[in-house]
């Protein structure tokens, strides 16, 4: 049970901000996130892991010379913030949003910026090529 005052209860925040679309749980939040010139992340977690495995135009707001990732994790990080995928305060990402030449053909058609996200994912995102042969791995 959630108290309808509560700011972290959906149909709370749905009351507050009317004029906001909220996803529905039940779809498959990637096809849904497919639909946008870019998406922004406010923490590195699994949404924007799959995102850049899906090749879904994203960015993301962290600081990584105050995170507590090791250097290895620092410097890929560092390579995509080279290429404005990171940025390390809301200004930095306001003014590139604002400012932008970040649409497909920048996303798609950079090849060094394509390099670079398939690294990261190589070594942060693990997409199974078939969910059979990771269990069939798991059980042997």
Not at 25 to 30: E, G, W
Not at 46 to 68: G, H, K, Q
Request: aromatic share 12%; proline share 2%; charged share 25%.
């Amino acid at each position: 049970y959630e108290a309808l005052d509560n700011p972290y209860n959906l149909d709370f925040l749905k009351n507050k901000f009317e004029d906001l679309n909220f996803l529905d749980n039940k779809k498959n939040i990637l096809k849904i996130l497919k639909n946008y010139k870019c998406i922004i992340h406010t923490y590195l977690g699994t949404t924007f892991l799959e995102c850049l495995s899906a090749n879904i135009p994203s960015v993301l707001l962290i600081d990584i010379d105050r995170s507590l990732f090791n250097s290895k994790t620092k410097k890929m990080l560092k390579k995509l913030e080279n290429f404005k995928i990171i940025h390390k305060n809301s200004n930095q990402l306001i003014k590139f949003i604002l400012n932008s030449k970040f649409n497909d053909n920048y996303w798609c058609n950079n090849k060094e910026l394509q390099k670079n996200i398939k690294n990261f994912c190589k070594e942060f995102v693990n997409v199974p090529n078939s969910l059979s042969e990771e269990v069939v791995k798991k059980l042997i």
